[in-house]
Every structure is written in C-alpha cells, then in structure tokens.
C-alpha cells in the first residue's frame, strides 16, 4: 500500500489521505526550490498538482534541480517535472502551464487550487502571489 506510513500516523489515518487525495496544490516554479517540493507533494498523493513555469532545463540546473536530468536539458521545465512525476506516482493529476505568471493569468489559476506554493526566485512574482 503506497500511503501506509502516512495513514498510520493517527493525525492523517485514511480520512486524512482522501483529503490529501482532494487536494489541488499549485507550485509556481519548478527549480531550485519548487522541485523537491513537487517530489514530495506527488510522493504524498496529493490529488491535483499544478505547476506553471516558463523556464526551460539548463545543464547548469542540474546540480541543484533534482527533478531534472541530463536527458531534459532544453526541454521546457514544467513539462520535464510532469513526466517525472507521473512516473514516480502516476495515481495523481498534474497540469502544466508553459508559461510567467502574471496579473492577468494569476486570478484564473489561482481560484482552480487549494493551496498555492511559492517556488519562485523573484521578488515581482513573490508579490504577485502573496496579494
């Protein structure tokens, strides 16, 4: 049973693993900060994961971006975290954004998730999501 050391712990049990599984969770960036927190997020089950991200994998990632490998250099980050993911729990949705978030998309993506996550490296985007 994949989530069995979770629903043991009293404070989750098997109700606290549904909800997880209900969860919509949005990472905004998937580099230094947003990879290993989409690792774990997907290795908990959580049910719906978002990831928006405009950047492309860089070898110079490599060192310090888990979620990549040589193979995805050049590829668009958001979509190189998808298939990783989907490999390491393919019981949960993820859905891609190739793209800034911004004013305008913000509202729209925002309202889909339960919790947004801040994985970014700016501070233009880290006000964006606070407000």
Do not use: W
């Not at 989530?3 to 909800?19: F, S």
């Not at 290993?36 to 997020?41: M, S």
């Not at 997907?42 to 978002?50: D, P």
């Not at 979620?67 to 190189?80: E, I, M, S, Y």
């Amino acid at each position: 049973m994949r989530y069995k050391r979770q629903i043991t712990l009293p404070e989750i049990g098997i109700d606290g693993q549904e909800k997880i599984a209900r969860t919509h969770v949005l990472c905004v960036g998937a580099g230094g900060l947003g990879s290993p927190v989409l690792l774990y997020l997907a290795a908990a089950g959580i049910g719906h994961i978002g990831i928006i991200d405009f950047d492309h994998v860089d070898e110079s990632n490599l060192q310090r971006q888990i979620l990549f490998t040589t193979d995805g250099v050049g590829q668009p980050k958001a979509v190189q975290a998808k298939e990783r993911l989907q490999a390491l729990n393919p019981e949960i949705e993820i859905t891609v954004y190739e793209d800034e978030l911004n004013a305008e998309n913000a509202p729209d993506l925002f309202q889909a998730y339960d919790i947004i996550l801040d994985g970014t490296d700016n501070f233009e985007t880290k006000f964006l999501i606070n407000d």
